[in-house]
């Protein structure tokens, strides 16, 4: 259903072609110049040939277009039911589309087949027109490179106010919220969409002045002993972090990582949470870390110390 | 056969995305393939299509190949590049661009006329052997319908066939939208498919936790979803992940069951021959082949609705019988954030307050063996631990031992 070639790259690739040889622009070189950007690596050896050998009759000798129109294509049915079904999604006001078109499409899915089993039940207030109002004009600040005032309240509760340079919103759907990033006062912040008041919409700045901080990476060193099927469920809950496994030995594999130091509390309960089949190697701090909880929970409790002795 | 960038089936590629991109240590003998060309004809892919992802390692048991993407860095899933390998034939493109240009002006036309006009219009310029024949001609006319990109009408005994976009429809005031929903919906490809069409895509998201994976199976899910939009039974074809034995299962489809932790994609469905419902991992899934309608489908939601009262995860433990759990947590002094991630986290829990520095988390749940990974992210918290499964405190307790010898030993003295 999805897997069609009027979905696949050559033909987007050929679109393209063809849309420079309307304007006329289009040379042997700028022929392979749009596939060498837009198609995978090795197109450039396929492409500009079938087009110029008239495989694909579509440019003549002199690269111009045998076509009367610029290509186009409708969007097929599944794309415009996927887009129908969207619009069942809470997080669909945070855009307001143009929905024409989709008036007679029935949607492809309905929004409650799906079931997020493991997400956290405090996600942002999606339906609030306050928190919409405030992502919206967020969001126009990243589109138009322009400043924002932001008012929010911190963990604690305290109040700040903040004028920054907005870049990214960055979603989590694991706690199913946003955090809009932005560069204020020379450093990076990370604010919770969900604590934001007010958003104000300001100047426009260079884009070229700003330069976005590096995050503070890590590499996590990992043994992982492979035991209860250990070795898809740790490979697959931190598939998202850039990685390299190694096998040592029968079972036995060294997983590096790199990750955030902003996110090590998160990262150290998330190993926890795999107990003895995952042992943390480096950094020593992670090590620390983990030896002081582990610590903690033996020193609480006689219903744990009993559990010992069974 | 030549080699091409493009393949013909998903599924073989769809192995290989997943071994390189999970696992990344294996080398080339030891995945279990048909021959080493055809591995390295998959590598060979793969590398063309996702060449700034893909790294090697070599050392002297030879080399490896693996994908490593950090995907809070990115803003587009790369792995949908392999739906847009699709191979296909010089008739197939070249088809389309004609038949599309044809009709681009709003008009209808019938198979012969679009043959005739092909012929005249495009084909006269060229002195090569290309031809189309008609019954070639009716039959992409005939897809192009199933897909949505032309309709048909009669007229006396000719079909005329016209494209379906004689409004323009507005893309580009869903650019953000399909920016992020083609990274967070379940069957996001398709929204990658749009932005394609974008002269000036959105990239206003970033994603944390962000389980890229997931999209090797959008196929399985597109079908599973239309059969559950359709209300049918559904065949499937399963290949066990641990033993690759295939098999069949006929089911009634309900829900998509998603882990946001592990980007893992569940089908729970009503199994008929064995009388309960069963879950089934998308990346096992093999093939999906849509039945008849279930009249019977609103009484099995009803089942769905009262037993996901009781899961933790997707375990269904041994026989449906429930687990009752208790966690006592203390909370230091400044943690309340502490109730608060279990407040978040409880799903079907419930969490009370005992005291101003004391809480206890109670679940009746199918398998509590499930829950052991959770609870062990308050390690260092908690105060009690009962389980009226002796087996889920049993392996806590030997975890937690284990565990303790593991960071006390010399071996691991902090230099």
């Known amino acids: 259903m999805l897997f069609s070639e009027i979905y696949g790259s050559y033909f987007q690739v050929v679109a393209a072609v063809l849309t420079e040889a309307f304007d006329g622009t289009l040379t042997a070189s700028r022929l392979t110049a749009i596939v060498q950007e837009k198609a995978f690596a090795e197109s450039a050896l396929s492409i500009p040939a079938a087009l110029k050998s008239e495989d694909w009759p579509l440019l003549d000798s002199d690269l111009r277009p045998v076509l009367q129109h610029k290509p186009t294509m409708p969007l097929t049915l599944l794309q415009k039911r996927w887009l129908k079904a969207l619009l069942s999604d809470p997080r669909i006001a945070l855009f307001d589309p143009d929905m024409t078109g989709l008036e007679e499409i029935e949607p492809l899915y309905q929004q409650d087949t799906f079931v997020f089993f493991d997400q956290c039940a405090d996600g942002d207030p999606f339906h609030d027109p306050a928190y919409i109002a405030c992502f919206r004009t967020a969001l126009k600040a990243i589109r138009e490179k322009r400043k924002l005032r932001i008012r929010f309240h911190d963990r604690t509760g305290a109040r700040h106010s903040l004028e920054c340079m907005p870049y990214r919103l960055e979603y989590s759907a694991k706690d199913d919220k946003f955090r809009l990033l932005a560069i204020g006062k020379r450093r990076l912040h990370t604010v919770n969409m969900a604590r934001v008041r007010s958003c104000e919409l300001l100047d426009p700045y260079d884009p070229k002045k700003i330069t976005l901080p590096h995050a503070r990476l890590e590499e996590l060193t990992l043994i992982l002993h492979d035991e209860r099927n250990a070795l898809d469920r740790v490979l697959l809950h931190f598939s998202h972090f850039e990685k390299e496994t190694f096998k040592l030995d029968d079972r036995l594999y060294q997983i590096k990582l790199r990750y955030d130091k902003d996110d090590e509390t998160e990262l150290l309960i998330r190993v926890l949470s795999f107990g003895p089949v995952l042992e943390v190697k480096a950094p020593d701090g992670f090590i620390r870390l983990m030896r002081s909880r582990i610590q903690k929970q033996i020193e609480y409790g006689t219903a744990l110390f009993s559990g010992f002795s069974s | ?415």
């Not at chain 2, 390998?85 to 002006?105: E, G, N, P, Q, V």
């Not at chain 2, 469905?269 to 309608?293: C, E, P, Q, T, W």
């Open chain 2, 1 to 415: 056969m030549a080699y091409s960038e493009l393949i013909k089936n998903f599924e073989r590629v769809r192995n290989y995305m997943r071994e390189f991109y999970v696992y990344g240590f294996k080398r080339r003998e030891e995945y279990s393939i048909k021959s080493a060309r055809s591995y390295d004809n998959e590598r060979r892919r793969i590398e063309s299509w996702l060449s700034d992802y893909m790294s090697f390692h070599q050392d002297v048991s030879g080399k490896n190949v693996f994908l490593s993407v950090d995907s809070r860095q990115i803003p587009h899933n790369p792995l949908h590049k392999a739906f847009k390998a699709k191979s296909f034939t010089a008739k197939d493109i070249t088809l389309h661009f004609y038949i599309m240009d044809l009709l681009a002006d709003g008009g209808t036309l019938s198979s012969k006329e679009i043959v005739d006009h092909i012929n005249d219009n495009y084909l006269s310029k060229f002195s090569g052997s290309f031809s189309l024949d008609e019954s070639t001609v009716r039959k992409k006319l005939k897809e192009y319908e199933s897909l949505g990109l032309l309709r048909s009408e009669r007229s006396g005994r000719e079909v005329l066939y016209q494209r379906t976009d004689e409004e323009a429809f507005h893309l580009i005031s869903w650019a953000d939208a399909l920016a992020f929903f083609s990274e967070e919906n379940p069957v996001g490809v398709i929204g990658s498919f749009l932005i394609d069409k974008l002269d000036r895509p959105s990239d206003a998201f970033r994603f944390k936790h962000h389980y890229i994976l997931h999209t090797l199976d959008s196929d399985v899910l597109c079908d599973l979803l239309v059969a559950i939009d359709e209300r049918r039974t559904t065949e499937l074809v399963i290949r066990s992940l641990r033993s690759a034995r295939e098999y069949q299962r006929t089911i009634c489809p309900l829900k998509i069951y998603i882990s946001t932790q592990s980007g893992r994609q569940y089908l729970l469905g009503y199994h008929y021959r064995g009388r309960r419902m069963v879950f089934f991992r998308l990346d096992a899934i093999k093939k999906v082949s849509a039945g008849n309608v279930e009249k019977h489908y609103d009484k099995y939601l009803r089942y769905q609705e009262k037993f996901d009262r009781h899961l933790w995860g997707v375990s269904t433990g041994p026989d449906h019988n429930l687990d009752h759990i208790e966690m006592t947590i203390h909370l230091g002094h400044g943690e309340e954030f502490v109730l608060q991630r279990l407040e978040r986290e409880k799903r079907h829990g419930t969490v009370e307050l005992l005291d101003a520095q004391t809480c206890r988390f109670t679940a009746d749940v199918y398998d509590a063996s499930e829950m052991l990974p959770w609870l062990r992210t308050f390690l260092g918290r908690i105060v009690d631990l009962k389980c009226s499964n002796p087996l889920v405190e049993n392996m806590f307790y030997e975890d937690l031992r284990r565990m303790d010898a593991m960071y006390r030993g010399d071996d691991h003295a902090v230099q």
